[in-house]
């Protein structure tokens, strides 16, 4: 009997990840607490699942002092060369898939008038990196309030997402091993003291 059941629950796990999934999700954040709700459609069946944290105590950004430019600007230089390795693994996921956004508004304030500012366009700046990806499928108008006065990050996001599970698989682990290379690659120019020249390294009198 056992050797029926495995082969069948095979069979209906390898469907269940070729059928077209559809996804729901809403995310706020108000006062520093965090919450997303999620619902599932497949086959007709509806699950919805909701997680809730509290992100910054106080509703802090970070810490007392909350958080500038200049941590965000070292934060994203630092994650930006591993943004521009998942970008083509973005395209292929948005490509198999299709997504619309609904909804997307945040207020945000740093307790700095240029601050504020300037993160205001930053945020622009990421919504038009990832609105080619995005427009094809359903274009929307995303709202983007600078508070001038304390410090505020709130934000509310839904959508609605339709792909098949085997293309998400696919996708994240391809970008799981990009990454990893990436990180190892990195990793490795650091730990040889290797140059941005390679004559340097070629030559030990320093000539080209």
């Known amino acids: 009997m056992l050797y029926l059941l495995l082969p069948l629950l095979f069979l209906v796990l390898l469907l269940l990840l070729y059928l077209p999934l559809k996804v729901k ?19 007709g069946i509806n699950v919805r699942l909701d997680f809730g944290e509290r992100l910054f105590p106080g509703g802090k950004w970070k810490g007392e ?42 207020e945000i304030g740093t307790g700095d008038a240029a601050e504020t500012g300037v993160m205001v366009g930053l945020l622009w700046a990421g919504i038009g990196l990832l609105g080619p990806f995005l427009k094809p499928q359903a274009p929307f108008k995303p709202l983007i309030m600078p508070i001038y006065k304390g410090q505020v990050l709130n934000i509310y996001f839904s959508g609605i997402l339709a ?46």
């Open 25 to 43: 999700g809403v995310y706020s954040r108000q006062g520093g607490v965090g919450k997303i709700s999620l619902w599932l459609c497949v086959l």
């Open 65 to 106: 002092g909350g958080i500038g430019v200049r941590q965000f600007l070292d934060a994203g230089g630092e994650w930006g060369r591993y943004i521009k390795i998942a970008l083509p693994h973005l395209k292929r996921f948005f490509s198999r898939s299709e997504m619309g956004i609904q909804q997307l508004r945040v």
């Open 163 to 208: 792909v098949r599970p085997v293309h998400i698989i696919s996708v994240a682990v391809h970008l799981l091993l990009s990454l990893l290379r990436a990180k190892y690659t990195l990793k490795g120019e650091g730990t040889c003291g290797g140059t941005s020249n390679p004559g340097l390294n070629a030559d030990g009198h320093g000539k080209y």
